[in-house]
């Protein structure tokens, strides 16, 4: 429902990007895998995480944004910075 001739799809790569470029998010290595996870003031932003535990019984972490978070990305992206 976008005009794709005025506005561009937000990926999450671009805006895990953007978060990781700002400080929101920290790039460690397990292995050879980049992992995030966030940091003080991404959690500040709006960034929460939620363990999890997979059907094999592995233990992870899935982080979304709250609704402050969700409203910076809105104005970010209105403000067209």
Avoid: H
Wanted: with cysteine; hydrophobic share 30%; proline share 2%.
């Amino acid at each position: 429902m976008r005009d794709e001739t005025a506005m561009k799809r937000l990926t999450i790569k671009s805006l895990e990007q953007w978060l990781t470029e700002t400080g929101c998010f920290d790039l460690w290595f397990m292995g050879n895998s980049p992992r995030r996870r966030p940091t003080a003031l991404g959690e500040e932003f709006g960034i929460e995480a939620e363990k999890r535990i997979s059907e094999k019984g592995n233990e992870y972490e899935v982080y979304f944004l709250n609704e402050d978070g969700q409203r910076r990305i809105v104005e970010r992206l209105l403000s067209g910075k």
